[in-house]
């Protein structure tokens, strides 16, 4: 297992991590056009003067000021990064009120976020990990412990070195752990209780499948995420929201 003291925060490395979880999504079921890619120099509305009263520090704003982000339409269609998780997009949400060092990825159905980035230890804290992904990863969580005040109860929380977290959730979706529904909506398959549903998810589990996923070399994504909605549309609209 990997250890905590033995992870590192690189800025370059955190980048390129997001940056291409954003093209795995947008190589699934994200719309290209939904992602807005920051200038060379940063997104200028990023700024020490703005998030000056948000008390980050200097490597969390140079971070925030080269990620990607989601286009902004109306808020009940920002897609979702994984099963109820929607990004968060810091040129209009600056309501963070996270540790200096540390960085809320996505928000989460249960209030505040649910993948926190701290870049004084470069790792990635699952906030409500599900009990059956944390007991069984497909990549193995840190061990070993930062010192934990009373105020940082969110590091009792699994966490992974940054890029495997991000490459964790790809597995998630690779085996339809996480089957996406729509452009914006993703399903977690566990989470699932009513048999209809269950019923419903099989079947289209079996439409991605048919569509040659996980073989990106082979996957035809527009036509699947059409076959997708249309069966989800006329034949299991409960299917059409996460949670």
């Given at each position: 297992m990997p250890k905590?003291?033995?992870?590192?925060?690189?800025?370059?490395?955190?980048?390129?991590?997001?940056i291409d979880y954003y093209e795995f999504l947008m190589g699934m079921y994200l719309s290209e056009s939904e992602v807005l890619q920051p200038p060379?120099?940063?997104?200028?509305?990023?700024?020490?003067?703005?998030?000056?009263?948000?008390?980050?520090?200097?490597?969390?704003?140079?971070?925030?000021?080269?990620?990607p982000y989601i286009r902004h339409q109306h808020d009940d269609?920002?897609?979702?990064?994984?099963?109820?998780?929607?990004?968060?997009?810091?040129?209009?949400?600056?309501?963070?009120?996270t540790p200096s060092h540390v960085v809320g990825l996505c928000s989460s159905p249960?209030?505040?976020y649910c993948f926190l980035l701290d870049t004084e230890f470069?790792?990635?804290?699952?906030?409500?990990?599900p009990s059956y992904i944390h007991a069984n990863p497909s990549r193995e969580p840190l061990t070993g412990e930062a010192e934990v005040s009373e105020d940082e109860a969110w590091r009792s929380n699994p966490a992974w070195a940054v890029e495997d977290s991000f490459e964790f959730l790809k597995g998630q979706f690779r085996s339809l752990n996480f089957v996406p529904t729509t452009e914006g909506v993703v399903v977690e398959t566990q989470a699932v209780v009513m048999e209809e549903e269950q019923d419903a998810l099989l079947v289209v589990k079996g439409i991605w499948k048919d569509h040659r996923?996980?073989?990106?070399?082979?996957?035809?994504?527009?036509?699947?995420?059409?076959?997708?909605?249309?069966?989800?549309?006329e034949d299991a609209p409960l299917l059409q929201h996460s949670g």
């Open positions: 905590l003291h033995e992870i590192s925060y690189s800025r370059d490395r955190t980048i390129a991590a997001v060379a120099s940063g997104w200028p509305s990023i700024n020490a003067e703005d998030f000056g009263p948000l008390g980050k520090t200097p490597e969390v704003l140079d971070l925030l000021r080269h990620l269609a920002l897609p979702e990064a994984a099963p109820g998780a929607r990004f968060v997009d810091y040129q209009t949400d600056i309501l963070d009120q249960h209030g505040g470069g790792v990635v804290y699952w906030i409500h990990c996923w996980p073989d990106m070399g082979a996957y035809k994504e527009r036509e699947c995420l059409e076959a997708v909605e249309g069966y989800i549309e």
